[in-house]
Nanobody, 126 residues
C-alpha cells in the first residue's frame, strides 16, 4: 500500500512563502504523475498543480499560476509545492495525490485515482 505524507503547512502572512512536501513510500515513485489539490472550508476540493512522471511538464490552475511551482525529487520520492506571494484566499487544506497513468492531461481531466495524502493546513493571514 502506497502512503503519501504531506508536510510544510502552517500560518503565514499575506505575501509570504511556504514550501509543501509530499513523501511517497513507493519504489516506483518516479513513474507516477503527481498532483496537488486544496480544499477550503465550505468549498469543494480544487486542482492546484500537477507534474508529469518525468518532471518535464507541469500544470497549474489559473489562480496559482505564476506564484506556485511544483517539482519532484525522484531520489527522495518527494514532490514539492513552492508557494510564493501567498494570499488569504490560498487558505485551505492541501493534499497531494498520485496516479500511475503517464499522461498528466488525461489524469487532470479525469481525476487523480490516488493514493492521496492526509492533507496539511495552510493559513494565510491578511
Amino acid at each position: 500500500q502506497v502512503q503519501m505524507v504531506e508536510s510544510g503547512g502552517g500560518l503565514v502572512q499575506a505575501g509570504g512563502s511556504l514550501r509543501l512536501s509530499c513523501a511517497a513510500s513507493v519504489r516506483t515513485f518516479s513513474m507516477y504523475t503527481m498532483g496537488w489539490f486544496r480544499q477550503a472550508p465550505g468549498k469543494e476540493r480544487e486542482f492546484v498543480a500537477a507534474i508529469s512522471w518525468s518532471g518535464s511538464s507541469d500544470y497549474y490552475s489559473d489562480s496559482v499560476k505564476g506564484r506556485f511551482t511544483v517539482s519532484k525529487d525522484g531520489a527522495k520520492n518527494t514532490v514539492y509545492l513552492q508557494m510564493n506571494s501567498l494570499k488569504p484566499e490560498d487558505t485551505a487544506v492541501y493534499y497531494c495525490a498520485a496516479d500511475q497513468r503517464k499522461d498528466p492531461v488525461v489524469v487532470i481531466s479525469t481525476g487523480f485515482r490516488g493514493p492521496w495524502g492526509q492533507g496539511t493546513q495552510v493559513t494565510v493571514s491578511p
